[in-house]
Nanobody, 124 residues
Framework: QLQASGGGLVQAGGSLRLSCATS????????VGWFRQAPGKEREFVTA????????TYEDSVKGRFTISKSNAKNTVYLQMNSLKPEDTAVYYC???????????????????WGQGTQVTVSS
């Protein structure tokens, strides 16, 4: 149901915009999150947005560099990534669920629906 796209290879300091689209009619009522997983590491939280309210949450290491946003018209959630660093290299996944409580918003187990992942590689 979720399709993540927009990854690629970029030099340090560059930018990429990821997209997460849904095959359902809308993300209305969902929390949509972005997670990432680097080789040999656990999947980690990056950011999330409560679609109705627009409330956002960010992992500390991406604050000020990454921005999550939404397009109601396109039923899509975006992750704008600026000032990319080599340590941002990972497979990025979008995830969604209706029942995510605020205290669990950073927990990947709180999300039932996942996209296939898109590779982001940042060269130094």
């Amino acid at each position: 149901q979720l399709q993540a796209s927009g990854g690629g290879l970029v030099q340090a300091g560059g930018s990429l915009r990821l997209s997460c689209a849904t095959s359902a009619n809308t993300f209305h009522g969902y929390t949509v999150g972005w997670f990432r997983q680097a080789p040999g590491k656990e999947r980690e939280f990056v950011t999330a947005i409560r679609y109705n309210s627009g409330h956002t949450t960010y992992e500390d290491s991406v604050k000020g560099r990454f921005t999550i946003s939404k397009s109601n018209a396109k039923n899509t959630v975006y992750l704008q990534m600026n000032s990319l660093k080599p340590e941002d290299t990972a497979v990025y996944y979008c995830a969604a669920d209706r029942g995510v409580i605020l205290s669990s918003i950073r927990d990947n187990r709180a999300y039932d629906y996942w996209g296939q992942g898109t590779q982001v590689t940042v060269s130094s």
